[in-house]
């Protein structure tokens, strides 16, 4: 019972930390992302910039009188997005029980796995940090609702459990608007009528929250009594599909090219059943000495056979260094679409 194992991770300032580390040279300024032009909208901003109260959906001019010497990049969606990809091939090592929430934000139900919650975590953000540079933070708990209160706890670089019976004390307190469902003008109305915490909101009965909320008011009435039974939902957007195998230590290409060939039709058949298609396709290699490095492409059109898979798999493989001997090579094709809606790419 109230097993702690949903995890709720969330990047930190993400389109701005992607900046960051693409530009080592600006760490420690203020960097904002969109709102360059003064009709523009601000992403993001890092967290110096945020000190001078900048912050998501400002629009420029304002970020500008605040910040005025903030660096202000332009959206590089595409490079969010193949950072995204790269994070979240970290959560799939750990288990498939990964829903995307956006390009930045997952949870992941690690029942599965025979290990601490916190190890866990503290391995993810590990495995993170060493392949990205960035920072994110965790929320541990033992339902959605409860992990992502948890993981907004310590931004950035926070990691927080909320348990059973810290449920009271933690939601007593809280503002009408940390309930997942509040927007800013539910927890306007609500202030209203003199109500400002969770504590004043658990005096409402459920038939007036329906009646107020209409029909999210029993989803509301549970939550902030720690209850929520959504379970983690993987085929909210299909992410990736994947492949990959250890051997024994080889610097034979051919062997490689053979296992690539070997997946590509695995793929195939897997994208086949649930009538996927994608459009990026990843090669990872774990050396000798361990060391893992990932290589991508996205193409600009959707593929779903095994030739097409095995082609992009061996222009990755040429552009790797090989002179270390290999003992885990692996496929994954990412970016998937349904196969009747191929337009529609993931985060768009
Ligand atoms: P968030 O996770 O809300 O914000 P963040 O990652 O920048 O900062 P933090 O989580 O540390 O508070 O959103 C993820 C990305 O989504 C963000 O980097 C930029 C983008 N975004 C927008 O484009 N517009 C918005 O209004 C918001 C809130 C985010
Ligand atoms: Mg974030």
Not at 54 to 62: E, N
Not at 272 to 284: E, M, W, Y
Request: proline residues 3%; hydrophobic residues 40%.
């Amino acid at each position: 019972m109230n097993k702690l194992n949903i995890l709720h991770i969330d990047m930190d300032a993400f389109y701005a930390s992607v900046e960051e580390q693409d530009h080592p040279h600006l760490k420690g300024k203020p960097i904002i992302v969109g709102g360059s032009s003064n009709h523009g909208v601000v992403t993001t901003a890092n967290y110096v910039a945020r000190k001078y109260g900048v912050h998501s959906a400002m629009p420029g001019f304002m970020a500008k009188k605040l910040c005025p010497n903030g660096i202000y990049l332009p959206v590089r969606m595409h490079r969010y997005k193949e950072v995204s990809r790269q994070i979240f091939s970290i959560y799939y090592d750990f288990t498939d029980l990964v829903e995307p929430v956006s390009v930045d934000e997952a949870y992941l139900d690690i029942s599965n796995l025979d290990m601490d919650p916190v190890d866990v975590a503290k391995e993810i953000k590990r495995r993170v940090f060493n392949t990205t540079g960035l920072t994110l933070s965790v929320g541990i708990s033992y339902n959605k609702f409860l992990a992502k209160l948890a993981s907004d706890w310590n931004k950035p670089n926070g990691m927080k459990i909320i348990s059973y019976d810290m449920v009271p004390e933690i939601l007593l307190p809280l503002s009408v608007k940390k309930v997942h469902g509040i927007g800013p003008k539910s927890a306007e109305k609500l202030n209203n009528i003199g109500i400002y915490t969770i504590a004043d909101l658990l005096r409402l009965s459920e038939d007036f929250l329906v009646g107020f909320f209409g029909k999210h008011g029993n989803e509301i009435y549970s939550r902030i009594r720690g209850i929520d039974t959504r379970v983690i939902d993987t085929e909210r957007e299909r992410k990736s599909l994947g492949t990959e195998t250890t051997f024994e230590d080889t610097d034979n290409k051919d062997i490689l090219k053979s296992y690539l060939y070997e997946f590509s039709l695995e793929i195939e058949s897997a994208l086949d059943k649930d009538n996927f298609t994608g459009k990026t396709v990843s090669l990872k290699i774990k050396y000798e000495d361990f060391k893992v490095i990932t290589r991508s492409k996205t193409l600009t059109y959707f593929i779903n056979s095994a030739n097409d898979i095995y082609d992009v798999a061996i222009s990755l493989l040429e552009e790797v260094n090989l002179s270390k001997k290999v003992r885990l090579i692996g496929i994954t094709v990412s970016n998937l679409s349904p196969a009747d809606m191929e337009q529609l790419s993931f985060f768009d």
